[in-house]
């Protein structure tokens, strides 16, 4: 099947509501338009939890209008970092997002992140549930009376992401008996965890490099592959670990407009953003990519 019939299907899939997780739960306010230009980005920090045990720092970034937030809600994506990272070094596209209409929340993880007091890259398994307490902690927020982000947050449309440590975190976020809030997610680098992609089908978009050395790009097909929902493959010709996240890097703009309108389709209903995916994502010798349907 050619890859305009493949994301028809997808699309198809999506939009009438046969992925569990894409469908709206009763009372779920009807998506807000699509924005047509670019906001200018706002950022703040707080901490979830801040006299536990995990004590989560957070960084969030979110569209604004003049000094203020914009105005209406706002889809959010949680983002998670790699092993040895923070959220401020994925500000290149973390920002983008934000600017592009969607608030990103993107938390330090406590053992994982550099600088760690107490390093272990065996903590990522406990990351998907940190990733499901910042989600209560936005639903709280969006409800805290004189908090700037309150009634701006639409935490029924949430999407999840991350690179590297964060994109096997992002996998283990969709296991079962997880919130319909969660409605689709972006793995970069990453890969499946026990017990990731067990739950309602949800759309899901890898992404990954072909000559990766620290997380081989057969580990990433290798979970596409799992998957249940409708999901999408873009590849990077000839390159790591993530260099094409960084801006002015090969494959940057792709992976840029690729993700984009990925989160665009799946947390606005935009059919037009889904269309455009596989146009995104070409640049002959430089990406490629592919999707299945639903199975």
Same mark, same amino acid.
């Given at each position: 099947m050619g890859t305009k019939r493949l994301v028809a299907v997808l699309m198809t899939t999506l939009l009438a509501g046969c992925a569990p997780a894409g469908?709206?739960?009763?009372?779920? *306010? *009807?998506?807000?338009?699509?924005?047509?230009?670019?906001? $200018?980005? %706002?950022?703040?920090t707080f901490t979830v939890d801040p006299t536990s045990a995990r004590p989560l720092p957070v960084t969030v970034?979110?569209?604004?209008?003049?000094?203020?937030v914009a105005a209406g809600? +706002?889809?959010?994506?949680?983002?998670?970092?790699g092993l040895h990272s923070?959220?401020?070094?994925?500000?290149? /596209? !973390? &920002?983008?997002? &934000? @600017? $592009?209409?969607? =608030?990103?929340?993107? *938390?330090?993880?406590?053992?994982?992140r550099r600088g760690a007091a107490r390093f272990s890259?065996?903590?990522?398994?406990?990351? *998907?549930?940190?990733?499901?307490?910042?989600i209560r902690h936005l639903v709280r927020l969006d409800t805290r009376a004189g908090d700037p982000l309150a009634g701006h947050l639409d935490v029924t449309r949430v999407a999840a992401a991350g690179h590297s440590a964060g994109g096997f975190t992002?996998?283990?976020? +969709?296991?079962?008996?997880?919130?319909?809030?969660?409605?689709?997610?972006?793995?970069? $680098?990453?890969? %499946?965890?026990? %017990?990731?992609? &067990?739950?309602?089908?949800?759309?899901? /978009?890898?992404? #990954?490099g072909t000559a990766d050395k620290i997380v081989p790009v057969t =580990?990433?097909?290798?979970?596409? #592959?799992?998957? @249940?929902?409708? !999901?999408a493959f873009l590849s990077l010709l000839g390159q790591g670990h993530g260099e094409y996240l960084t801006p002015g890097r090969?494959? +940057?703009?792709? =992976?840029?407009?690729?993700?984009?309108?990925?989160l665009r389709w799946t947390l606005y209903g935009d059919p037009a953003a889904g269309r455009r995916l596989p146009g995104d994502a070409r640049r002959p010798g430089v990406t490629a990519f592919e999707t299945h349907p639903a199975r």
């Open positions: 469908a709206a739960a009763p009372g779920t *306010p *009807p998506a807000r338009p699509v924005p047509v230009a670019a906001y $200018a980005v %706002g950022v703040r970034w979110y569209p604004t209008e003049g000094d203020a809600r +706002f889809p959010v994506v949680v983002y998670s970092h923070l959220p401020e070094l994925h500000a290149g /596209l !973390t &920002a983008r997002w &934000a @600017a $592009a209409g969607f =608030v990103v929340a993107a *938390p330090a993880y406590p053992h994982t890259r065996a903590d990522v398994r406990h990351q *998907p549930a940190d990733g499901w307490r910042l992002t996998a283990g976020m +969709f296991a079962s008996g997880r919130s319909g809030r969660l409605r689709a997610g972006i793995v970069i $680098a990453g890969g %499946g965890t026990a %017990g990731s992609f &067990a739950g309602p089908a949800a759309p899901l /978009l890898f992404v #990954h =580990v990433g097909r290798a979970a596409y #592959h799992r998957t @249940a929902g409708p !999901t090969p494959g +940057f703009d792709q =992976v840029l407009a690729t993700t984009t309108d990925f």
